[in-house]
């Protein structure tokens, strides 16, 4: 039911032999973490929330049309008309926009920034930094400014430096706040030499601490440039997050494997060439499944799993001086383990969505090298 499931109605699945990609490399060189689990059941959008707040985002008051709809027995219905490659397979859409909102005000497939970058343009009459509340047919309405901790508020209180860079950042918040009635060149479009910006992979875009003209959005919200810049001149911040443009995150249907396998092959052999290699300890890892089709089930039960997930295997490695070299990790993990092992490192206040018995990480590092 894998390809059944599709809400295209079933593409045609392939094999890959990833042997022979340079990450693959890399893993065989440092850890793999082969029971690492996506935090959360659904796609970027919800698991980029839960790497940076272990938590789903709240939209309470949700217009009805971006609602999933349940019939009489609880089970989602289908959009009339919504193509499936198996006659009754279910659609995850309600009959509106997208369902991209549960039943109960969660908001849990994509939905837009309430600040631009986002897939909502501003108001004719708006502010230029703020997405159009009223929303738009295609996507509907913002998500409204979320007030959950998140791994960036506790750092912050620690006094731990950290930032979110972005690719392609600076270039689609100029894109984002062209007049509605201009055509988007950065903005979810392929054409041409566009990086393909994301914006529902901007997960700290969506908080209020991080509002446009806030300190908080100057000092952690940066561009992919500033990246390079920073592995060069060793600056970069205790604990640094990394997102790709779109055409290199690997995404099925808009972009490909061998980009993004070259891409970040490119940026590890940067940090390990680096002034600040010597303490570091990179981990590479997936929103959630993509393409990638896998049987293992994930953890269950109390202090495993909860409403939310966890949900497929996703690869992960583990790129660091003190990581067990050629090793694969068998330890049970999920997205939530970034967050746990950060928390652990720099004695932070744990955030209430990181689960209990899923592992730290630090079962991939050998601290005695």
């Not at 859409?93 to 837009?112: E, H, K, L, M």
């Not at 896998?294 to 992960?316: C, E």
Request: charged residues 20%; proline residues 10%; aromatic residues 12%.
């Amino acid at each position: 039911m894998f390809a059944a499931m599709s809400t295209v109605g079933g593409w045609v699945m392939g094999y890959f032999d990833g042997s022979q990609l340079k990450v693959w490399q890399w893993a065989k060189e440092y850890t793999l973490a082969d029971n690492f689990f996506m935090g959360a059941f659904g796609g970027s959008f919800l698991n980029h929330m839960w790497l940076v707040c272990a938590c789903t985002p709240q939209f309470p008051d949700a217009p009805p049309s971006m609602r999933v709809r349940l019939d009489p027995d609880g089970k989602l219905t289908k959009r009339p008309g919504s193509p499936s490659a198996k006659d009754g397979a279910v659609q995850v859409f309600s009959d509106g926009i997208g369902g991209q909102v549960s039943p109960d005000g969660y908001a849990v497939n994509i939905t837009q920034p309430p600040y631009q970058p986002s897939g909502v343009p501003p108001a004719s009459d708006g502010d230029r930094d703020l997405a159009d509340p009223k929303g738009t047919a295609a996507r509907g309405e913002p998500l409204p400014p979320q007030d959950e901790l998140t791994i960036g508020d506790t750092l912050s209180t620690k006094g731990i430096d950290w930032a979110w860079y972005a690719g392609g950042w600076n270039l689609a918040l100029a894109d984002g706040r062209q007049p509605p009635g201009n055509k988007r060149k950065i903005i979810y479009e392929r054409a041409g030499d566009s990086p393909n910006f994301q914006p529902h992979h901007q997960p700290f875009n969506y908080f209020q601490r991080f509002a446009p003209g806030t300190a908080d959005r100057a000092a952690h919200l940066k561009d992919g440039e500033d990246l390079l810049r920073d592995i060069d001149a060793g600056r970069l911040p205790p604990v640094t997050f990394y997102k790709p443009v779109g055409r290199y995150n690997q995404h099925p249907a808009y972009t490909d494997l061998v980009s993004g396998d070259l891409h970040i092959a490119d940026v590890l052999e940067r940090l390990r060439n680096g002034p600040q290699w010597r303490s570091m300890a990179i981990i590479v890892t997936y929103d959630e499944n993509g393409g990638f089709w896998d049987h293992v089930p994930p953890p269950s039960g109390p202090g495993w799993g909860n409403r939310w997930g966890p949900g497929t295997r996703i690869p992960t490695l583990v790129i660091s001086p003190f990581a067990r070299r050629g090793h694969v990790d068998k330890t049970p993990y999920d997205t939530t383990s970034i967050l746990k092992l950060i928390t652990r490192r720099f004695g932070l206040q744990p955030l209430d969505g990181v689960r209990e018995k899923v592992g730290d990480l630090t079962a991939a590092f050998d601290f005695g090298r």
